[in-house]
């Protein structure tokens, strides 16, 4: 049974950074392509940033040079390291894995940590 489960969301002032952590259970992160999406009160849910299986990253242009997406192979988690937080980037940070070709979606998904960054 796949698992992902975040941790280290927060409150933090504009300016500030987090890191959030994605663990993985009953799936390697090494073997998978794997994303951060975020989802603000009254707005549709949004990809941050992607890291695929070849290698490649995409991270949205809203977040571009302050985000930070990576994977841990050792410890089989997925990172988001986010520097220059804005309020525009409060919302509930979801990982997902498993990018599938017929869906055009990912298969699993995390329950989600909320980011908060006061003005």
């Known amino acids: 049974q796949v698992q992902l489960v975040e941790s280290g969301g927060g409150s933090v002032q504009a300016g500030g950074s987090l890191r959030v952590s994605c663990a993985a259970s009953?799936?390697?992160?090494?073997?998978?392509?794997m994303a951060w999406f975020r989802q603000a009160p009254g707005k549709e849910r949004e990809v941050v940033a992607q890291i695929y299986l070849s290698g490649t990253i995409i991270v949205a242009d809203s977040v571009k040079g302050r985000f930070t997406i990576s994977k841990d192979n050792a410890k089989n988690t997925l990172t988001l390291q986010m520097n220059g937080l804005k309020p525009d980037d409060t919302a509930m940070y979801y990982c997902?894995?498993?990018?599938?070709?017929?869906?055009?979606?990912?298969?699993?998904w995390g329950q989600g940590t909320q980011v908060t960054v006061s003005s």
């Open positions: 009953g799936l390697s992160v090494s073997q998978y392509s």
């Open positions: 997902a894995a498993g990018w599938s070709l017929r869906t055009k979606k990912y298969n699993y």
